[in-house]
């Protein structure tokens, strides 16, 4: 009797979520799965943006808001109009986040450890690619979209909530809210791929890339930073961009033959 009642159940949840169910696929090929809406995914991301913006000391205006505003218009244009959020966190940390919603968080620290804006470029262009490739919405779909249906709908945008933070945490926010769920080694070399091709059509060097993470891993060995402990290490990382390098380079002549050479000063 319990087993139909399972069967059952479960045959309701699948249905309940049947007209939301979307196989998308990824700019690099990959089909996912989708469940969750995106106005609510989007709004998540807006709503936990928010809360870290009136948590934490920001940066509003000053040479270094202009840096990283120049590097991600330069990004962001070359795929669409819509215009994302860019704040720069006091933090000395050498991290960056990117939230549905288009929403990116900068730590101050990582202006610090990059040596240009092809560098930054190279971070912010990853970070935009978990966005863009909808790796939020496909883990929440993996995680909750079975256990309860889309009752669960509701719940996950409660941060006060434990199920609350780990649905945040799952956008990308774990050590902010106090669990880290790093996004898997699929999403984060798909992220790298993306992040890439992204610089290198804005016209930034995504030679560039390769160098970021050699001082990444050098840092690492002063200071271990949540960016750099939930992230592949550098090794992989290194190997996954150089495979992509002469496509990448490709590119960015094509950017530079459109006169696309962003001048963005720290």
């Known amino acids: 009797m ?20 979307g196989c998308a696929t990824t700019a690099t090929g990959r089909q996912q799965l ?10 998540m991301g807006i709503t936990a943006f928010q809360d870290l913006k009136a948590a934490q000391k920001i940066l509003t205006t000053g ?46 620290g990582l202006i610090t450890l990059t040596d240009n804006p092809d560098q930054l470029a190279a971070v912010i262009g990853h970070e935009i690619s978990h966005v863009l490739a909808r790796h939020s919405n496909e883990r929440l779909s993996q995680k909750f979209a079975l256990q309860q249906g889309l009752m669960l709908s509701s719940k996950i945008s409660a941060p006060n ?23 898997s080694r699929l999403h984060e070399q798909e992220a790298d791929i993306l992040g890439l091709t992204l610089m290198a059509k804005a016209g930034f060097d995504p030679q560039q890339s390769i160098n ?55």
């Open 2 to 21: 319990k087993t139909l009642y399972f069967i059952l159940r479960l045959i309701l949840v699948l249905a309940s979520v049947s007209t939301l169910v």
């Open 34 to 43: 989708i469940l969750m809406p995106a106005d609510q995914i989007n709004q």
């Open 63 to 108: 040479k270094n808001v202009n840096y990283i505003n120049c590097i991600t218009q330069a990004m962001t244009h070359t795929f669409t109009n819509a215009s994302w959020e860019v704040v720069l966190f006091v933090n000395d940390s050498p991290n960056a986040f990117a939230l549905p919603g288009n929403k990116i968080g900068i730590h101050s």
């Open 161 to 183: 909530t434990q199920l609350g933070k780990t649905a945040l945490s799952l956008l990308g926010l774990g050590g902010h809210y106090g669990i880290i769920l790093p996004f």
């Open 212 to 266: 970021l993470w050699h001082k990444m891993a050098q840092a690492n060995k002063q200071h271990v930073s949540e960016f750099l402990s939930t992230h592949p290490s550098y090794h992989h990382r290194i190997e996954i961009l150089s495979q992509h390098m002469p496509t990448a380079l490709v590119l960015r002549e094509k950017a530079k033959a459109l006169d696309r050479n962003p001048h963005c000063t720290p």
